[in-house]
């Protein structure tokens, strides 16, 4: 993890401090683009089968947001800007680009790059990607800090913010900010749900809900033709179910797998077990609408009575990390100075101190996946021992989302990647007073000293300074508490030893572009 930390912070501060430079840097293309695979054809399938716990929520980039989604549709899709397995900014569909000042960033788009329907692609479709993307009520916080983009010519944008922005480049890189063809979205603009088009690798065929989905290669993709034909997503709710479908060849490829098989995964001379540091943070969401979580007293009380540690040694058998915040140790921002530990009698105390001594009923929404939905029920019994009543709730995911969105829960269980390596992409749509529901803010807290330092944490490029915010940013969560962090998990991904190119990459965002299967 040390190792991965130090990449991912360098490689942030060397971003933020060329965000903050007033001349021009101009980034070149990468140039190993659209390597030919050195297996013959006859030697590979024509399949790669991957698995995962939950369903698409959607197929249309600038509302499927989830990790889920992104799996499938970050593949039909590309962004103007890219990263590697290290979280370094490289080429996407912008093949240069220079910072003409703090606010103003000019990007030079790839010619002859086509979409899926055989259009290519022009300018004016990267400016109505931007603009329908902060027009989204689920996406626009990733790019909400544009202020318009400027058409120059066929293949020049110029992006304008609305002030200095640290993460302007790592934001253009994630899968929410992607580009999709204006013309098909201006006569229809539903389209993308059911049938996306994009320039990615991989154009869509199928998808049938609860599932799978199915995407076929795109021969004409400007970094090269994916060296597999086909791509399908099976959707397999239970972590132990992947295990043995992987054991058994029906997928060759699978996510999150439950870390009471991961030896058994590891010790299988016919898999991988792949493993790497995560930006992914667990949490419970109090939401404050609700009484008695409108007292932060009881906030405190429960966060003092879950007892972490047991959760990570007996139900994710060491595979993960305690938290104090919900930005993770690797990612740029991380000031962790919460003084709450598990102490029940604390927790009684308080409570005491609240006007609740004998507890309450609160209910507790989880998604379907066993791991999740049995960290839960730990934290049900936790509770329980401090005279609160817990109910789980356990929802199929879109409709987790949906409810929590709408602020029916009184404690969401929660996970949150880091996509960009920044604590803002995490810390604005999670807590900012303006954020609440679909962004992220399901705790529907409302608090204008938090919004004051994410704020002067947004539009500083100075890193120090965003570290100073940062830092009374978590002394002010701590003290009041709407988040319970829980724990920062690894990411882990289970293939066949007959697949070759597939790289796990930080924020859980695998291309597949490089991926083959021997037969």
Not at 129 to 157: C, H, P
Not at 163 to 192: C, R
Not at 364 to 386: A, G, H, P, T
Not at 434 to 455: C, L, T, V, W
Request: charged share 20%.
């Amino acid at each position: 993890m040390k190792k991965l930390t130090k990449v991912l912070a360098l490689a942030l501060a060397f971003t933020l401090l060329l965000a903050g430079c007033g001349g021009s840097a101009t980034q070149s293309t990468s140039a190993n683009e659209g390597q030919t695979a050195e297996t013959q054809e006859s030697e590979l399938k024509d399949t790669v089968i991957f698995a995962q716990g939950a369903d698409v929520t959607s197929l249309d980039p600038h509302i499927g947001k989830e990790t889920p989604a992104v799996t499938v549709h970050g593949q039909i899709f590309d962004t103007l800007l890219a990263t590697d397995k290290d979280m370094n900014i490289i080429p996407g569909l912008a093949e240069s680009w220079e910072i003409l000042s703090d606010t103003s960033y000019k990007f030079n788009i790839r010619k002859g790059v086509k979409f899926h329907d055989g259009s290519e692609l022009t300018a004016e479709d990267v400016k109505f990607s931007l603009d329908r993307a902060m027009a989204s009520s689920y996406v626009s916080y990733i790019v909400n800090f544009i202020d318009n983009v400027e058409v120059v010519d066929n293949y020049t944008v110029i992006v304008n913010t609305k002030e200095p922005y640290a993460p302007t480049l790592m934001n253009l890189t994630h899968p929410s900010a992607a580009i999709v063809p204006k013309a098909i979205v201006e006569k229809d603009p539903e389209a993308l749900k059911t049938h996306p088009i994009g320039t990615g690798p991989y154009k869509f065929v199928e998808w049938k809900p609860g599932e799978y989905a199915k995407l076929e290669a795109n021969p004409d993709y400007f970094r090269g033709a994916p060296k597999t034909k086909y791509v399908i997503m099976k959707v397999i709710p239970e972590a132990a179910q992947r295990t043995i479908a992987l054991e058994t060849g029906e997928v060759d490829i699978a996510y999150d797998l439950s870390a009471n098989d991961l030896s058994k995964v590891a010790e299988n001379s016919d898999l991988k077990l792949l493993e790497g540091t995560s930006l992914s943070a667990w949490f419970l969401q109090f939401n404050t609408k609700h009484k008695p979580f409108d007292n932060k007293l009881v906030r405190q009380a429960i966060r003092y009575a879950i007892d972490s540690q047991t959760i990570v040694d007996t139900l994710l058998y060491g595979a993960g990390e305690v938290a104090g915040s919900i930005i993770p140790p690797v990612a740029f921002g991380y000031q962790e100075v919460d003084t709450i530990k598990y102490n029940k009698e604390k927790a009684k105390e308080l409570l005491a101190q609240a006007g609740y001594p004998n507890g309450f009923d609160a209910t507790l929404y989880v998604n379907d996946n066993q791991q999740r939905i049995e960290i839960c029920q730990v934290i049900q019994s936790q509770l329980k021992e401090v005279g609160i009543n817990v109910e789980v709730k356990v929802l199929e995911f879109a409709t987790f989302i949906d409810s929590t969105n709408k602020g029916e829960h009184d404690m969401g269980y929660y996970g949150w990647v880091t996509s960009t390596a920044d604590a803002d992409y995490t810390y604005y749509p999670i807590y900012h007073s303006s954020q609440h529901g679909a962004p992220g803010n399901r705790s529907f807290i409302a608090n204008a000293d938090i919004d004051k330092y994410i704020e002067e944490g947004r539009v500083t490029t100075d890193p120090a300074a965003r570290l100073q915010s940062y830092k009374a940013l978590e002394q002010i969560l701590t003290e009041e508490s709407p988040v319970a962090p829980l724990y920062y998990s690894e990411v882990n991904v289970g293939t066949s030893k007959k697949v070759q190119g597939f790289e796990v990459q930080p924020a859980g965002y695998h291309s597949y572009l490089n991926v083959t299967v021997s037969k």
